[in-house]
């Protein structure tokens, strides 16, 4: 059983940054590649990055490449989100998941295959 606890959302005007972090409970957090997602009101949860149990792959969803970044600390069970340049459509709840793996190098973008999920953070971006 894997508990996660997002922090850091909140408002912010755009072009700002946020940066999002997610504690994880246990001591098996280095056997899952963790994701965050996001949803907005009225549209499904949709995948923003992805990182791999040992932090060396990433993946962004086209709309977030070059402005966010996925990081971890595998000591800390904690993982993160930085948000730069944060434009209105990023408005959403955004979700941090753990998804189990058996290698250190799988990331999965759909939120079915992930085991476990936050309550989610507010991210308002004003325009």
């Known amino acids: 059983q894997v508990q996660l606890v997002e922090s850091g959302g909140g408002l912010v005007q755009a072009g700002g940054s946020l940066r999002l972090s997610c504690a994880a409970s246990?001591?098996?957090?280095?056997?899952?590649?963790m994701g965050w997602f996001r949803q907005a009101p009225g549209k499904e949860r949709e995948f923003v990055a992805a990182i791999s149990r040992s932090g060396g792959n990433t993946y962004y969803t086209d709309s977030v490449k070059g402005r966010f970044t996925i990081s971890r600390d595998n000591a800390k069970n904690t993982v993160y989100l930085q948000m730069n340049s944060l434009k209105p459509e990023d408005t959403a709840v955004y979700y941090c998941?753990?998804?189990?793996?058996?290698?250190?190098?799988?990331?999965?973008?759909?939120?079915?295959?992930?085991?476990?999920w936050g309550q989610g953070t507010q991210v308002t971006v004003s325009s």
């Open positions: 998941a753990a998804d189990w793996t058996l290698n250190g190098v799988t990331i999965r973008t759909t939120p079915g295959e992930y085991d476990y």
């Open positions: 246990g001591r098996t957090f280095s056997s899952y590649a």
